[in-house]
């Protein structure tokens, strides 16, 4: 079991770390089945380390039947044979330390599978038994209970109750599921669940793990009565303000997350808590993050801001006001597993909810290549921002999302319970292109991938990238490289006076332009550190540079 912590960067660490998300089913494969896992991305975790990432976060590789690509846990101490073994998880952690790297690993403790041994219990027990209490089980509505105790939906689609049908062939109440049926809720009042989960944050920190990613972290409390609530599951989120959503952003999350940073606090080498949690507006997420809570929490109010000046810099101050409020680093992210690839996302001309991709029916496809200028352009805006900043697997490629997935190939849950089957995340989860010339693009030996890569990936490909100036990869690497030189992490930000649709401000020594108009602009004379495009004179339209302030 791995003991050794990597060499301290800084006492808290977490505050202006770049952490790096690997997506393990789609990083690199060893074992040849077309699925990633953990030896795969320990090979190539110098991949991660020449990038000049400080830690990694893996989304989760524990046992699970795979509905919700592994976000249906089926047992949090353990390793799915698709991905590996327990050893396996502790030579990438090891490696990852040798490396300098700090792991963090996903926690889920919304919901479990269905197929975990503590739902089993609960259903194996019986009516009115203890085990059924881990969960949430409610009588059905209606003369014969035939109807859902409340009418709330799923986040993918159709109703978020099921109902079980007893030992003796009766049919029996319903459960909760806020996201597929093969995902019932934990009931977090019970004082049995939050001791399962000190457990589990204790079995990974001993072996090693750095912090933790807390999954659906405004979701754990639900109001007892749970009342009727109308919802549109496809939403954007501007209803998850309220203090009393039935099941959003309540408050009674807050002494859970107390437990946890406690169980944090008493580890060595500084342990980090995240927190995935929709929550708006941001001074209402910045609760996550008291200094008794978690460390930090995805800054979702920035992913979600279109390419829009005003909009950029008003969500920026935001998100420094609102965290700094409360002693905490804001946090700045572009993309994950969950949303399409910034540069698309930046270039559709209607924006789209969260969770929804684009597919072969959409009509707003945007072009690849400006969309890839813009999303370099925004890289550089992320980059320079004080905090920590989150990147995820294949955006330092440049990677498109990937559009022509073929209906018979796609995966997401989301896709199979909307009846006109919405396009859901597989589009930003395909697997990653190492070697422009081999299987799978350096993927997996055998050539085999869970979801079909694009033929045009072998231009995106690490091989092709690496060295080459003016390449994303290498963009990624000054950028990260000048962050730390200038320590833009531990920086303030002024802004500067700028004409319209050009956002200028200073960090640090660094002062950087960002051009979101639709003509070149002038640029200022001065050194250029990093540009997301070739400049000389003038700044391009959808150009991000940086110079010495
Ligand atoms: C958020 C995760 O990022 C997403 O992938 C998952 O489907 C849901 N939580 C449910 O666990």
């Known amino acids: 079991m791995p003991t050794q912590t990597p060499a301290p960067m800084s006492p808290e660490w977490w505050r202006t770390a770049v952490i790096y998300q690997v997506y393990p089913r789609s990083f690199a494969d060893a074992s040849g089945d077309g699925v990633g896992d953990l030896p795969g991305v320990t090979s190539r975790l110098d991949h991660l380390a020449e990038l000049g990432v400080d830690a990694v976060w893996l989304s989760p590789f524990y046992r699970s039947p795979q509905n919700d690509a592994g976000y249906d846990v089926s047992d949090y101490c353990d390793v799915d044979p698709l991905f590996g073994t327990l050893a396996d998880a502790d030579a990438l952690i090891a490696r990852a330390h040798e490396l300098g790297l700090r792991v963090i690993v996903d926690v889920v403790p919304n919901h479990s599978s269905s197929e975990h041994r503590w739902f089993q219990e609960a259903l194996a027990a019986g009516p009115g038994a203890a085990e059924r209490d881990r969960y949430i089980f409610r009588a059905g509505r209606g003369p014969d209970g035939a109807e859902p105790p409340n009418n709330w939906l799923s986040m993918f689609g159709g109703p978020a109750w099921t109902r079980i049908t007893e030992a003796d062939g009766t049919p029996g109440p319903w459960y909760l599921h806020l996201f597929d049926a093969t995902q019932p809720d934990f009931d977090w009042t019970n004082p049995w669940v939050a001791d399962r989960f000190d457990e589990v944050l204790r079995f990974w920190f001993d072996r090693g793990a750095d912090g933790f990613r807390i999954d659906v972290a405004h979701g754990l409390a639900k109001a007892t009565s749970l009342p009727d609530y109308e919802v549109d599951p ?7 303000a309220s203090d009393d959503h039935p099941y959003w952003g309540r408050n009674e999350v807050h002494e859970i997350w107390r437990r946890w940073r406690a169980i944090a606090d008493s580890y060595d080498g500084d342990r980090a808590l995240v927190a995935e949690a929709w929550v708006t507006p941001l001074s209402k997420m910045a609760r996550w993050v008291r200094h008794d809570e978690l460390h930090q929490a995805f800054n979702f109010g920035y992913l979600m801001t279109p390419w829009d000046a005003i909009e950029l810099r008003a969500v920026i101050d935001e998100s420094l006001a609102a965290f700094e409020g409360v002693g905490a680093p804001s946090t700045w992210v572009l993309s994950n597993h969950d949303t399409i690839r910034h540069p698309f996302r930046l270039s559709v001309k209607e924006p789209l909810p969260h969770n929804i991709g684009i597919g072969p029916k959409s009509a707003d496809r945007p072009d690849e290549a400006p969309a890839l200028a813009r999303g370099r352009a925004a890289t550089l805006v992320m980059l320079a921002l004080p905090g920590s900043a989150y990147v995820y697997q294949g955006e330092e490629l440049g990677l498109p999302e990937a559009i022509d997935i073929p209906d018979d190939a796609r995966q997401d849950p989301t896709f199979f319970r909307t009846p006109e089957g919405v396009y859901g995340r597989d589009g930003c989860r395909v697997p990653l292109p190492w070697e422009a010339d081999a299987p799978a693009f350096g993927f997996s030996p055998t050539g085999a991938s869970w979801l079909p890569q694009p033929a045009s990936w072998a231009e995106y490909a690490a091989s092709a990238q690496v060295g080459v100036e003016g390449s994303t990869l290498e963009m990624y690497k000054s950028a990260l490289r000048l962050r730390r030189e200038h320590a833009l992490g531990e920086g303030r930000i002024t802004w500067n006076e700028s004409i319209e649709d050009v956002l200028d401000f200073t960090v640090g ?39 010495r302030a």
Do not use: K, Q, Y
């Open 234 to 240: 496809l939403r954007t989120g501007g209803e998850w």
């Open 509 to 547: 020594d660094v002062r950087v332009l960002v051009n979101l108009s639709d003509e070149e602009v002038p640029l200022p004379g001065s050194d250029v550190l990093l540009a997301s495009a070739p400049v000389s004179g003038t700044l391009p339209h959808d150009t991000t540079v940086w110079l």
